[in-house]
């Protein structure tokens, strides 16, 4: 009886050390404060997600809408000078202007010029805003004509770099998996399988401006 009484301690101690290890990383993780975030959501219907499951099907080769364990968050900037101009511009389900598909285009959040951020879509839905990455990545759209208007706006980078250490902390994304549009080719989770998309990618937050953006992110230390 008392070799089983010893027994059952030595587990019960070996499960609680392990289970005080696995919470370390998140106890670390809500650690992070979760910015204020205004919702703005798009209509994302059962159509629209049909649309999205049958794009990831044609580029990924998976029937699916949603946005599971993303590993990406890539930065994107608008061409936009306000957030309700973005909002509009995401919320009718009409083939895209580029390449003339379903579902619309979408990113998962906006940052607003005076740093104010906007959830569009929850990122459990899979967006259109990067070719090849949609599968997998979290889109984060700025109010803005070009990167230096975003790294020259104080309180807009302020509230990007919040939204996003908080969302990479949230599903223990690496900074060096906050890309700038234009760098997702060289992403690792690059995935594309239509011969007229591959290559493709858009010129917004450049390499030079992300190391800055990056360098930035760092700043505000792990998860």
Wanted: aromatic content about 8%.
């Amino acid at each position: 009886m008392c070799r089983i009484v010893i027994t059952l301690l030595a587990i019960a101690v070996v499960v609680g050390a392990s289970s005080s290890a696995s919470a370390g990383p998140r106890a670390t993780a809500s650690a992070v404060a979760k910015p204020p975030i205004h919702k703005m959501l798009i209509p994302y219907p059962k159509k629209r997600k049909r649309e999205m499951a049958a794009y990831s099907k044609h580029h990924y080769g998976q029937y699916k809408w949603r946005l599971n364990n993303p590993h990406v968050i890539v930065i994107h900037y608008a061409v936009a000078g306000s957030i309700g101009t973005i909002f509009n511009t995401f919320k009718p389900d009409v083939p895209d202007v580029e390449f003339h598909e379903l579902p619309n285009v979408c990113s998962h959040y906006a940052v607003s010029a005076t740093g104010g951020v906007y959830k569009l879509v929850p990122p459990t839905i899979r967006c259109r805003h990067t070719v090849g990455l949609n599968w997998t990545a979290i889109g984060v759209e700025h109010v803005g004509f070009s990167d230096s208007d975003i790294l020259n706006r104080p309180a807009q980078l302020n509230g990007s770099l919040h939204l996003v250490q908080w969302l990479r902390c949230r599903f223990g994304i690496p900074v060096s998996n906050v890309i700038g549009h234009s760098e997702s080719l060289s992403s690792p989770y690059y995935r594309e399988l239509d011969p007229r998309f591959k290559g493709q990618t858009h010129g917004d937050w450049n390499h030079a401006d992300m190391q800055v953006y990056r360098a930035d992110l760092a700043k505000l230390g792990g998860c």
